[in-house]
């Protein structure tokens, strides 16, 4: 049996990606770490990505998803997206890293690349922003490393099962099914809404994990604290909430999870770098929780062995960075507002939800338009692979990003 959480050749539902191609805002970044050679690379690597362009095109294309257009856009398209791609597929900081971050890779960050042995100076770290001791916390290549690995610890084949919602950020569900774990998937409310009564009644005795994403990628709904801990109650002994507040910044204040992970319960919360931190490309996350589920957590994960040097130095600096994460969190809400008023001219309806991104129906299969942009060099995904096949799921971007894919949207729309 295959490893992976995906069937092969089916587009995973709700899997980002972090190829080498860099973005506007990451190419600095990457040319102060790694140096010209990574931005010629992501250049030549561009013209492969449109020649897998042409090639869905082809008679060849075996399984369209489209019904008479090129199969799913490559998610993973060899060498990247190119130096002037415009990146709004995946959900990333615009404005890269915090300085602070990469200063510190720069003085540190490499030098010690020979060396295996992370001390718990990351752990350490993060317990501290949270003002919690450091068993409170495990951290990891990314919160996808949770994702996957919680799984393996808590399901089993044949008699557990896993709940969430069917449109979803997709790693859980799709571990669980190569687990052989039963995966019950629950309706969306309307505008991508979670329905948390349904998510409610669908948990059962064999239920090991519930997940939700708050707020919901690719929906950009959240839920209340209050929902969560009605989720938490119904979750029965020996299993998990899993909250993923990979865009926490975009809750409300006092709507996370933390202080329901820290009570001794089921909930452990996931965290990245990701996003608000900008550190997408160094992969480095953590959960947090307390209790016998999380000692059983703790006993199954594999410590610090998944993280980087260049991490562990950029980690301090990069939470110290509350200007950075302000800025972020402004540049986001500015674009929403700016991604609206563009849909709102288009004539497409969008969803009205605070997030990263944002989702909005063309009206028609959206999969099409997304190949159009791809060959335009702007990157957004359909929401095809999340049984949302009208709609496209574009980032917030910087303005000029937002710029390029409106003219692009109008050609398009005019053809
Ligand atoms: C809801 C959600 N969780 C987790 C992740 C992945 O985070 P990481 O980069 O820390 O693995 C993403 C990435 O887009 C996400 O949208």
Not at 277 to 304: C, H, M, N, Q
Request: proline share 8%.
């Amino acid at each position: 049996m295959s490893l992976s959480p995906f069937p092969s050749g089916v587009r995973p539902p709700g899997f980002e990606c972090y190829p080498a191609g860099l973005g506007p805002s990451r190419r600095s970044f990457l040319r102060a770490v790694a140096g010209a050679a990574a931005a010629a690379a992501g250049g030549a690597a561009f013209a492969g990505c449109e020649r897998e362009s042409a090639a869905g095109q082809g008679e060849s294309a075996a399984a369209p998803v489209a019904s008479d257009g090129p199969g799913p856009l490559p998610v993973w398209p060899d060498g990247g997206f190119g130096p002037d791609a415009v990146r709004i597929g995946f959900n990333e900081n615009p404005l890269g890293p915090s300085p602070r971050a990469l200063a510190a890779i720069a003085a540190d960050g490499l030098g010690a690349g020979h060396a295996y042995n992370y001390p718990d100076s990351i752990r350490d770290r993060v317990a501290a922003h949270h003002g919690v001791a450091r068993d409170h916390v495990l951290v990891g290549c990314g919160s996808t490393e949770f994702l996957q690995f919680l799984p393996w610890g808590f399901l089993k084949p044949g008699t557990t099962s896993l709940v969430l919602p069917e449109t979803t950020y997709g790693w859980c569900g799709g571990v669980a099914e190569a687990i052989g774990a039963e995966v019950i998937r629950t309706p969306m409310g309307p505008e991508g809404t979670l329905d948390v009564a349904a998510m409610r009644s669908a948990i059962r005795p064999d239920t090991r994990i519930v997940y939700v994403a708050n707020p919901n990628n690719p929906t950009g709904a959240p839920i209340s604290r209050d929902e969560v801990a009605s989720l938490a109650e119904r979750v029965p002994d020996g299993g998990i909430l899993i909250v993923d507040e990979a865009y926490a910044e975009f809750l409300d204040d006092g709507q996370d999870a933390v202080s329901l992970a820290l009570a001794g319960g089921p909930v452990i919360v996931a965290r990245t770098f990701s996003k608000a931190y900008g550190l997408a490309g160094l992969r480095l996350g953590y959960v947090l929780g307390s209790g016998p589920v999380f000692e059983k957590a703790t006993g199954i994960w594999w410590g610090d062995f998944g993280l980087n040097t260049a991490a562990a130095v950029a980690c301090g600096p990069a939470l110290d960075d509350g200007e950075h994460v302000a800025a972020y969190v402004r540049t986001v809400d500015e674009g929403l507002d700016e991604l609206r008023a563009g849909f709102d001219e288009l004539g497409w309806p969008a969803w009205p939800h605070r997030a990263p991104f944002l989702m909005a129906d063309a009206g028609r299969e959206a999969l099409p338009v997304a190949w159009e942009l791809f060959r335009r060099g702007i990157y957004v995904q359909d929401g095809g692979g999340w049984g949302l096949p009208t709609f496209l799921r574009v980032s917030v971007g910087l303005s000029a990003d937002h710029q390029a894919l409106f003219a692009a949207l109008r050609e398009i729309e005019a053809a």
